[in-house]
């Protein structure tokens, strides 16, 4: 399995940006059966699930609901992340991320830990 994330930088509050994920080696279809999503970890903080999408539902923490938006590209097998109005408090290294099967763990979801994850891609946002 690979995950390889690209697009992030550095943006002034209110501004966005878009993640992608290039992803091989699971299912990557419409129907979504192995789980994928976003993990971000602020500098010095926790990691906290962004947004993650299988079979049953698309999710997305309600720090980010309204202002984010998770896709895919089924045919590309690419992951996006659409960041609109971002915040300071948004800034992180944000992580693409997958898991055989369904993104249902032993914690809420969205989803923070994965069997397997990308290199990340550092996201800046200045007040």
């Known amino acids: 399995v690979r995950l390889r994330e690209s697009g992030g930088g550095s943006v002034q509050a209110g501004g966005s940006l878009q993640l992608s994920c290039e992803i091989s080696?699971?299912?990557?279809?419409?129907?979504?059966?192995?789980?994928v999503g976003w993990v971000r970890r602020p500098t010095g903080g926790q990691s906290e699930g962004v947004a993650d999408?299988?079979?049953?539902?698309?999710t997305y923490a309600d720090s980010v609901k309204g202002r984010f938006t998770l896709s895919k590209d089924n045919a590309k097998t690419i992951l996006y992340l659409q960041m609109n109005d971002l915040k300071p408090e948004d800034s992180a290294t944000y992580y693409c991320?997958?898991?055989?099967?369904?993104?249902?763990?032993?914690?809420?979801?969205?989803?923070?830990?994965?069997?397997?994850w990308g290199h990340g891609t550092r996201v800046s946002v200045s007040s």
């Open positions: 080696g699971i299912i990557f279809d419409a129907e979504n059966r192995d789980c």
């Open positions: 999408v299988d079979s049953d539902q698309l």
């Open positions: 991320a997958a898991q055989l099967g369904s993104c249902l763990g032993e914690k809420a979801r969205p989803r923070v830990e994965y069997t397997f």
